[in-house]
């Protein structure tokens, strides 16, 4: 295929997915419903992705030649999560459009590219600052003062790579901790947000420029890791709009050919502050696969493989809340109520905050 064709790829096409977890299982079962065959890329064995499609590589990431047979299979590529290395996509590229592009990842891969491109676009964050060790961080912390969140710019996700500093804190243990050890590790300190709640909106764009976004929803986390989304967020008007158009914004000025995940701070005073992009589906849009016409996941296979996209309207109002760790022992109890959906990824070992599966209850459509 021509990496550079805008031409709709017909049922039968072969979507490639980077990465093997439940975003990729997902996605497949989504591909499937319209009649594509899906062909996972990932490095472990038994992965969820791996259980619902026969077309499976199990190699790693720089392996140049299984990435090779890879791109030769395969119609176009999409990935599941932003960790990808970007040589990776770009390896890719030279024989296959990827979508989102190596740009786009290699932004939203990267906190401190991710924050000065939302400045860029004029968009509203938390104050930051670049941090290249402990001696620039008790400097910048003397001016942002505390509390304020040390971060790594890149590989951290539900609350790993992440400190959080008070007025006793001391900056080289701080760094030291972040760092786990990289020599190479970099920073960016963020100044405390005191927010009411967060949200998240996913936005969709094709290849033909088109957008369609879901609503805004509520996102409650423990321990930093997502437990509970309410669709739609509990917020104004007013609120719901401005961030329906900074996702919309965000993925036109990103070029993003796919799906766009914003999630934002709204402070006490109405403010909303972008915090971090995925550009992939989202664990806080995992309601839509029961209460919308169209789920996160048939989306972005619309958007990639160069489809009209589907409708976003929800049919129902939902509560998702992930099964962490064992809690997915109880499926027998989470399929006796009759108005909940149960979603469980096939992953064989139960961690403490492992994703295992989720549940979404589902209620009438609240109008007001």
Same mark, same amino acid.
């Given at each position: 295929?021509?990496?550079?064709?805008?031409?709709?790829?017909?049922?039968?096409?072969?979507?490639?997915?980077?990465?093997? *977890?439940?975003?990729?299982?997902?996605?497949?079962?989504?591909?499937?419903?319209?009649?594509?065959?899906?062909?996972?890329?990932?490095?472990?064995?038994?992965?969820?992705?791996?259980?619902?499609?026969?077309?499976?590589?199990?190699?790693?990431?720089?392996?140049?030649?299984?990435?090779?047979?890879?791109?030769?299979?395969?119609?176009?590529?999409?990935?599941?999560?932003?960790?990808?290395?970007?040589?990776?996509?770009?390896?890719?590229?030279?024989s296959v459009a990827v979508?989102?592009?190596?740009?786009?990842?290699?932004?939203?891969?990267?906190?401190?590219?991710?924050?000065?491109?939302?400045?860029?676009?004029?968009?509203?964050?938390?104050?930051?600052?670049?941090?290249?060790?402990?001696?620039?961080?008790?400097?910048?912390?003397?001016?942002?003062?505390?509390?304020?969140?040390?971060?790594?710019?890149?590989?951290?996700?539900?609350?790993?790579?992440?400190?959080?500093?008070?007025?006793?804190?001391?900056?080289?243990?701080?760094?030291?901790?972040?760092?786990?050890?990289?020599?190479?590790?970099?920073?960016?300190?963020?100044?405390?947000?005191?927010?009411?709640?967060?949200?998240?909106?996913?936005?969709?764009?094709?290849?033909?420029?088109?957008?369609?976004?879901?609503?805004?929803?509520?996102?409650?986390?423990?321990?930093?890791?997502?437990?509970?989304?309410?669709?739609?967020?509990?917020?104004?008007?007013?609120?719901?709009?401005?961030?329906?158009?900074?996702?919309?914004?965000?993925?036109?000025?990103?070029?993003?050919?796919?799906?766009?995940?914003?999630?934002?701070?709204?402070?006490?005073?109405?403010?909303?502050?972008?915090?971090?992009?995925?550009?992939?589906?989202?664990?806080?849009?995992?309601?839509?696969?029961?209460?919308?016409?169209?789920?996160?996941?048939?989306?972005?296979?619309?958007?990639?493989?160069?489809?009209?996209? *589907?409708?976003?309207?929800?049919?129902?109002?939902?509560?998702?809340r992930n099964l962490l760790?064992?809690?997915?022992?109880?499926?027998?109890?989470?399929?006796?109520?009759?108005?909940?959906?149960?979603h469980l990824y096939g992953?064989?070992?139960?961690?403490?905050?492992?994703?295992?599966?989720?549940?979404?209850?589902?209620?009438?459509?609240?109008? *007001?």
């Open positions: 295929m021509n990496a550079q064709s805008p031409a709709a790829l017909a049922p039968g096409a072969t979507l490639g997915i980077l990465g093997g *977890g439940q975003l990729g299982r997902m996605t497949a079962l989504a591909a499937a419903a319209l009649g594509y065959r899906s062909h996972v890329y990932c490095p472990e064995a038994d992965c969820p992705a791996s259980q619902v499609t026969p077309l499976f590589t199990r190699a790693a990431y720089d392996d140049e030649a299984a990435l090779s047979a890879f791109a030769q299979a395969v119609d176009v590529v999409t990935f599941e999560f932003e960790n990808i290395p970007l040589p990776t996509v770009e390896i890719l590229t030279r979508r989102p592009g190596a740009e786009v990842l290699a932004i939203c891969q990267d906190r401190l590219r991710e924050k000065d491109f939302c400045g860029d676009q004029g968009v509203a964050t938390a104050r930051y600052a670049a941090i290249d060790g402990p001696e620039a961080l008790a400097r910048h912390l003397r001016d942002f003062g505390t509390p304020a969140v040390l971060k790594t710019t890149r590989l951290g996700y539900d609350g790993k790579g992440q400190v959080r500093l008070e007025a006793d804190s001391d900056p080289a243990a701080a760094w030291a901790e972040m760092a786990g050890g990289n020599p190479e590790a970099r920073g960016i300190l963020e100044a405390f947000v005191d927010f009411k709640l967060e949200l998240s909106v996913i936005v969709a764009r094709g290849l033909d420029g088109e957008m369609a976004d879901y609503p805004p929803v509520e996102n409650q986390h423990e321990g930093h890791i997502l437990r509970t989304t309410i669709a739609p967020a509990r917020v104004t008007p007013q609120i719901a709009e401005k961030a329906e158009a900074t996702a919309r914004r965000l993925a036109e000025a990103i070029d993003l050919v796919g799906l766009l995940a914003v999630e934002m701070f709204v402070t006490e005073e109405g403010e909303v502050l972008v915090n971090e992009l995925a550009p992939r589906p989202h664990n806080s849009g995992h309601w839509t696969l029961d209460a919308c016409v169209t789920s996160q996941f048939e989306q972005v296979v619309r958007a990639v493989m160069g489809l009209p996209l *589907g409708a976003t309207e929800r049919h129902s109002d939902a509560v998702m760790g064992e809690d997915a022992e109880a499926w027998r109890t989470q399929l006796g109520d009759r108005n909940q959906k149960l992953k064989t070992e139960a961690r403490p905050g492992r994703k295992m599966g989720h549940v979404t209850r589902l209620a009438p459509r609240n109008e *007001g």
